[in-house]
């Protein structure tokens, strides 16, 4: 008896808080037919927005990819002074308000910022510009790679590492040829984690990106932007598009994680 | 036949090739991470602690961060018992559909924030189809809030469910323990510190959200108004250093947090949890 | 084995490639195309309008080939962003202040307001927004802080339109005859029963659309835009209301300034005015105002009345001694 009624609480819970609301922007979107959302989603700016935002992840999740593989090695199998603080620097992002990384962002890059005299001499644009979102975006979307190989990384041991050192491997490949093949399943999880947080990133972007219609509006920006243009049909119909990819995204979480998480 | 025991000299990574590893790692995380954090501490003092304490102790600041920090907490709270049902539901009942419902779990974490707002907004707005208007009010500041940190303490308590030996139970219900007694004394202490690990988690999550509640709350001064909001509001009434001591504040707290999770990882790894 | 390093090295390459393509031209301000580009920066509400007015300018001679990068946000949150590096050629705000904010900054030149316009591109005034049917029967600025009644007028500190609105308040108190303090007492009562504090005037509209409070605090343009729109308001103007001036500037660093100088110049022809006209803005041309038939009200005053925006600026908004300030601040729970 007391099962069913926590099933019931449980999932009615998820109900209310998840299901009925996105549901109902589905039902809304599609309540008069297709041809109104997609021609909302298919305008140039639209476009652009969504052109935009692949883009900063196509930059961001390789980025993030390489250099979070490099970190989590560093971080389990060397030994350095400040491990600790890099293991905690990692961590950082997602600890940090969106807000406050534009913030920061604008205090560095910005025309009064700290690089900002030296950028404006030389005529690059950072901040209200392609690579100040890019930064941002790499910036919040940082600790998942590492996150997820470390535990991995630390499980597998250095048996087989060493065995191939011993058997003559350069560090590289033994990287390659061992380490890489065992972390390759934690690498891929992180890439979908990292992937979504870049897809779905809002606040810091929203300090950084000088609302240049059609330049620097990404996908979330452009649904914010048309709500607040009495485009309620437009801010429905990006907002079904990237529910979408979320979905899509469920399912590749779903396929790649990490087997203590499931049953 | 013999074998000889050959040794081998045993070939380390060469120096340089690590030495390039950790270089890039570290620059890479200096230029991304580093320098805007130390920006950031910059700007909050650069008008003294005299002038950082009167920004974060202006009464728009307090409103805004002490709104921030109670709903964050209650909705850690809520978390912490909704998660763990949650997470039991997943892991010990069985039903059809249950791994839809486990997929769903990491829909908040999918789903842009903005795009979140909108949905609750939606069906808890002005709009809503079941008359049910929680728009500009502080409820839908914590609404908003328990949409995006749902995964949070279900992630964490998850695989410790899993990996809970039931002989210890299945021992307690055969002495007569009801179920609930069961769970209190023998289950619920084994899985705090997920619990709580997936709170923390939750909470730092919650203060620093900004996405989602920016539809809902109506972002009033003084009765809506969340931290980052009010961040995002001195950031464009050129008050630097007003945004920069807020937020080196949520920072701290934040910070704190996770040195908490920490310490609850160690203490739990350390006793075998 | 040598795939996988091989694929990563290839995505990565890719990546930054594209990468490298592509960031000169999403953050090239200046294009070495012969028509020239300009970047306007402007307020919330006149999108549409500059929409409209581009096509037109680009119809022309001067403005043949020119391209547009735009940009719309809260006037006062523009400002900051183009002092924060937003690259900017023309800049339309709503409000001298905003304008003033960017001369101090290096950015526009003190001698942007010397021309016959005194930089004003276009005029129009403070009104009630109300539901249709008034059911609170609103007429005039002593009817807004009668009990229970809710005023939505967007936050002073980030959006022009707000500050207008606060001087419309202030002035009509003083124009019936009564004191600074009296006014000033007014303008308390008057912010007791606002209910919400948006960043820009088109984000108080919205507000307001969606069914909050009984009356919005807004421009005439904005008034008539949601009436276009087929939003279930209407509007009237009090008696006696402030007449609202949006300043536009060429800014110093513009990256082709004959453009951005030809774009503003354009901006008072009778073309553009009429433009702006029919989208409900007030054109500051006498001949090309008279084709419309706006209401003039018997109790209008200008900002001149209390010292010009400079004054105005300091002593009612500066966010630490500025009388609304202090007020906000009053009212905080």
Redesign the interface.
Known sequence: M??YA??F???G??AI??????S??FW?TFEHGLSAPWHAVTTHDARHAFWLTI?IA??AV??NT??GV??A??IVR?R?PGKGL?N??????????????G????????????F?PWL?RHG????????GM??AT??VS?PFVVREVVPVLREIGTEQE?AA??L?A???A?F??VT??AI?WAVAYGVV?TT?RC?????AV??VS???????ET??LF??DS????DVTG??AA?VV??L???A???A??AFRPK???? | MATRVVALPVPRAAPGGRALVHGLATLYLSLIVLLPLAALLSRSRVEGGHGFWEAVSGREAVSAVKLTLVASLIVALVNAVAGTALAWVLVRDRFVGQGLVNALIDLPFALPTIVAGLTLLALYGPRSSVDVNLAYTRAGVVLALLFVTLPFVVRTVQPTLIELDREMEDAAASLGAGSFATFRRIVLPNIVPAVLSGVALAFARAIGEFGSVVLISGNLPFKTEVASVFIYGQIQSSNPTGAAAISVLLLGISLAVLLAIGGIRRYASRHDL | MRRISGRYSAAVAAAVATAIALIPQATAATSSRAGGSISLVAYSTPKEAYGQIISAFQKTKAGQGVSFQQSYAGSTEQAQAVVNGLHADVVALSLEPDITTLVKAGLVKPSWSKDRWHGIVTRSVVVFVLRNGNPKHIRDWEDLVKPGVQVVTPNPLTSGGARWNVMAAYGAMIRKGKTHKQAVAYLKKLFQHTVSQDKSAREALQTFLTGRGDVLLSYENEAILAQRKNQPVYYLIPKATIRIENPVAVTSNASDPAAARAFVAFLHTPTAQTIYGDNGYRPVDPKVIRQFNYPVRPWLFTIQRFGGWAKVQKQFFDPKTGIVTKIEEGLGH
Do not use: C
Not at chain 1, 17 to 22: H, S
Not at chain 1, 210 to 216: I, Q, R, S, V, Y
Not at chain 1, 227 to 230: D, L, R, V
């Open positions: 007391a099962r926590l099933r609480a449980a999932l819970y998820l808080l998840l299901v009925l609301p996105v109902l922007v809304r883009l196509l930059v390789p980025a390489i250099f490099a970190l090695i560093a060397h350095f890099v905690a620097i990692v961590d950082l992002p997602l600890a940090l308000s969106p807000v406050v990384v913030f920061a962002l604008l205090l560095l890059y910005g025309r009064l910022g700290w900002g404006e690059i644009h950072v901040i209200f510009a392609l690579p890019i930064l790499i910036f940082l060493q050192a011993t003559g350069s560090g590289f033994t390659r040829r890489l093949p390759r984690l979504a897809l779905g990133e809002f606040g929203s300090v000088g609302h240049l219609a059609g330049k620097t996908a979330t649904v914010q709500f607040e243009s009495f801010a429905y907002s990237l529910a990819i979320a979905i995204t469920l399912v979480m779903n203590e998480e499931t049953r």
